[in-house]
């Protein structure tokens, strides 16, 4: 029995080696152009970038942006804390607030310090940075950073105590110097303390509110010689 081969299966060995369009029938214009014009057009890639094509990002970036871009570790640290104190109640909330407000004063102080230092001096101001962020690295979780942040406020003021006093110190023993100077010679017109109002005044005063009070007419001087004084006023205090 012999097989029957289809119109379309004996046309196909017919076309290999030929020509796509010479099976059909007339090519479209496009398809015409394209065939015509191969050999003189050069190929584009799809990897080329013109100049009037923008260049996306690439999409591995690299983890220095990642950081750069997402929050920091004292952005995050403060986000827990603030988190944490809303939950507490009582003096534990007392005392989260309290950590909360210092931990924030650390970190501007320590940042502005960082920030405004010199290119050549940045390694030395920005230490204190570096170490805040490293004991709160260290801390763990929200809970142990509150009371560390709070034993770190407490031995930074003692820290700033001790070390104002002895500028206080030497601001007081100069004041003492001061005085014993002024005091020295009593016939010194400069004195260290004011003298308060309830003290009797001095010739100078007095002589001095003489001076300032205004000439008496001879209409005043008559009515003291004979009119009749009032029933408060007394003799003693004229």
């Known amino acids: ?11 196909l060995p017919a076309a290999r080696g030929r020509n796509p369009s010479s099976t059909r029938g007339s090519p479209s214009p496009l398809v015409a152009a394209i065939l015509e014009n191969g050999a003189e057009s050069p190929l584009i890639s ?3 970038t013109p100049s009037g094509v ?14 750069m871009k997402g929050p920091s570790l004292l952005e995050k640290a403060e986000h827990a804390i603030l988190d944490r ?3 507490l109640e009582g003096d534990d909330a007392y005392n989260c607030w309290e950590a909360f407000s210092e931990f924030e004063d650390m ?10 230092a010199a290119p050549d001096q940045r390694q030395t101001e920005c230490h204190p940075l570096e170490r805040f962020e490293n004991f709160v690295r260290q801390s763990g979780g929200a809970a142990s950073l509150v009371k560390n942040v709070r034993m770190l406020a407490l031995a930074n003021k003692k820290r700033k105590s001790a ?4 500028r206080v110190q030497a601001a007081v023993s100069t004041l003492e110097t001061d005085a014993s100077d ?5 016939s010194n017109s400069e004195h260290f303390f004011p003298e308060p109002g309830a003290l009797p005044p001095t010739k100078e005063e007095l002589q001095l509110e003489e001076e300032a009070r205004m000439p008496e007419s001879s209409f005043t001087r008559l009515l003291r010689a004979v009119g009749n004084p009032a029933p408060w006023f007394s003799q003693s205090t004229s």
């Open 1 to 11: 029995m012999a097989l029957k081969l289809s119109p379309a299966l004996s046309v």
């Open 46 to 48: 799809s990897s080329s």
């Open 54 to 67: 923008p260049k996306l990002e690439p999409f591995s970036q690299s983890r220095v942006s990642r950081l």
């Open 85 to 87: 104190c809303t939950i």
């Open 107 to 116: 970190k501007h102080e320590y940042s502005a310090q960082c920030n405004i």
């Open 163 to 166: 070390e104002e006093t002895p």
């Open 182 to 186: 002024a005091i020295v010679d009593g």
